[in-house]
């Protein structure tokens, strides 16, 4: 059994309540923060998304901190097309605010471990809870995959393009996220590293 990650903040609050359904896909998406430290990014996120009538079940920043909601079936609207079976993670950061080539984005996005490694520990829970496997998903079948996929997939005209996997041409290491999960869930990797990390927008 995969122990459940530590949670620094409750967001189930900030969203509707929704029925629940079985989860077979995790959805990753991006969403511009200012990496300030603390629990403010998370929070404001969380009330952004509520505000607008979406929602979300997971939020983690750069330290690796994390907003978690009790309501692991609920059918947030986060990704359209693909709601009911999915969880959705949201990794905030500045990023996608960066006007940078992919192959820099994806730089960036290596050198920022404690939040990857979080995301992956997070995947192994609920892909042990939900029973899924842990494997790159284009959207259709159970794994993981990214908000940019899904709007492919689903055909979603005016989607959103976040996380767009570096092996399609975008910048987010994904299949690096699910090689890192695949560690967690085995038990071969305990816990995030801390020797790369510091705070600031850019590597
Ligand atoms: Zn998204």
């Given at each position: ?101 992919p192959w820099?984005r994806f730089r960036?996005w ?56 570096k092996?399609?041409?975008?910048h987010?290491p ?30």
């Open positions: 059994m995969v122990r459940r990650p530590f949670i620094n903040m409750d967001i189930t609050g900030y969203f509707d309540d929704t029925p629940g359904a079985n989860k077979s896909i995790i959805v990753i998406h991006e969403t511009v923060s200012h990496d300030h430290s603390g629990l403010s990014d998370i929070k404001s996120i969380a009330s952004y998304l509520g505000s607008k009538g979406l929602g979300i079940h997971l939020i983690v920043d750069q330290e690796g901190k994390s907003g978690y909601s009790f309501d692991e079936g609920a059918i947030y609207a986060h990704a359209r097309g693909n709601n009911t079976d999915t969880i959705g993670i949201e990794l905030i950061s500045f990023i996608p605010a960066l006007r940078l080539t820099k960036i290596l050198s920022r471990e404690r939040q990857l490694h979080k995301a992956a520990r997070w995947c192994a829970y609920y892909s042990d809870r939900h029973g899924f496997p842990l494997r790159y998903s284009g959207g259709k079948v159970p794994g993981i995959t990214s908000h940019y996929d899904i709007s492919i997939v689903n055909n979603v005209s005016g989607g959103h393009w976040d996380a767009k996997p092996h399609k041409g975008g987010f994904i299949k690096r996220l699910v090689k890192l999960a695949k560690l967690y869930k085995s038990g071969k990797l305990a816990y995030a590293p801390i020797r790369s990390f510091k705070m600031g927008k850019s590597t």
